[in-house]
């Protein structure tokens, strides 16, 4: 499956809409945890839960000094249908080239992708639609331990160069988030002060309810480069325009939302809708019509570091609807030559 973007979208336009993740310092707005091993088989990956701001992973292939070892990584993660994942290794080069597979639970391979060190080209897997809600299963390699299907590594025996990288995964929205912990109460209240017999607390010491889960429909977004495919939407104060795709699903018609109700950007409350084509574009090749709005960057309030833009707005016949995607990730240097992998 071919996981990379045309030439043209590696153009390092850090303009609001382009985050650009080269050290750990770029990770600011993201969750982080290490990697906890063993986790060297499809079976025993690590379960991590990804974040709404995203989840970046201290992970090391081996040993940190970068020892030549036969070492792969494994990690699971929860995401929903529709999802538009951006995954990338960040800091892996010089050390090693990574490679990066993505699996479904049934270990059917639905992305992958090579880092090239000599350029300095990051392994990144972006612009893959996720075909159902449940359990996924990434693996991390150097370069010559290749991701099969099933989780099987060809090349195991072989032992080559390892050392330190992050793992980043944007864009995932957790169908099992876990709630706000409920604030803890005083069990002992002061000797003057004692409660009534029943122990029912005053009304005014109640915990607070947590606000119920959003009942917006999750729909699948993509954030795109914008491709100058209409020149006369300009730039905003020196900024290309944020282009949204939104996909229609078995169960969701694009084209059945109401434009003038969309939001887009850090939190989705971002009222930076410049406006939406009128005619419907396939753009994933499904045979079901999609949704390419335009957006203005300096309204959407993105900042270095953030991993993920939010879409909120409604269809024409009043229903919410909610998507999340990854901002693009990629490498300071574009990889001179492209071969793409089928």
Not at 25 to 38: C, D, H, M
Not at 278 to 290: G, L
Request: proline share 10%; charged share 20%.
């Amino acid at each position: 499956m071919n996981t990379e973007m045309p030439r043209r979208s590696f153009k390092p336009l850090v303009r609001g809409l382009v985050i650009c993740l080269l050290a750990a310092s770029g990770l600011a707005s993201a969750a982080a945890i290490s990697e906890v091993e063993p986790n060297d088989s499809f079976g025993g990956a690590q379960r991590v839960s990804v974040p709404a701001e995203g989840l970046s992973i201290s992970s090391v292939i081996g040993q940190l000094a970068g020892d030549w070892s036969a070492d792969v990584d494994f990690f699971t993660f929860q995401a929903t249908q529709g999802d538009t994942p951006g995954i990338s290794t960040v800091g892996a080069c010089p050390g090693f080239p990574s490679n990066l597979t993505l699996y479904d639970s049934l270990g059917n391979i639905w992305g992958n992708a090579a880092g090239n060190c000599d350029d300095g080209t990051e392994a990144l897997i972006n612009g893959v639609t996720l075909p159902a809600t449940g359990t996924y299963i990434l693996g991390v390699s150097s370069w010559s331990h290749t991701f099969l299907e099933n989780g099987v590594v060809e090349n195991l025996d072989a032992q080559t160069p390892g050392g330190a990288y992050q793992l980043v995964i944007a864009g995932v929205h957790n169908p099992t988030p876990v709630p706000p912990p409920t604030p803890p109460t005083d069990p002992t209240p002061p000797t003057d002060q004692t409660p009534p017999t029943d122990q029912t607390p005053p009304t005014d010491q109640t915990p607070p309810t947590l606000p119920p889960p959003s009942s917006a429909k999750h729909v699948p977004i993509e954030v795109r480069h914008w491709h100058q495919d209409e020149r006369d939407l300009g730039k905003r104060n020196g900024r290309d325009p944020i282009t949204v795709v939104v996909f229609s699903m078995t169960t969701f018609d694009a084209m059945a939302v109401d434009t003038n109700s969309l939001t887009f950007g850090a939190t989705g409350n971002e009222k930076s809708l410049f406006r939406c084509r009128k005619e419907a574009i396939d753009v994933n090749r499904d045979r079901r019509p999609d949704l390419v709005c335009y957006f203005k960057p300096d309204v959407a309030s993105f900042q270095a570091g953030d991993l993920n833009g939010v879409l909120k707005g409604k269809t024409k016949a009043g229903e919410k609807i909610e998507g999340s995607a990854a901002l693009k990730i990629f490498s300071r240097k574009p990889r001179k030559n492209h071969h793409h992998k089928k």
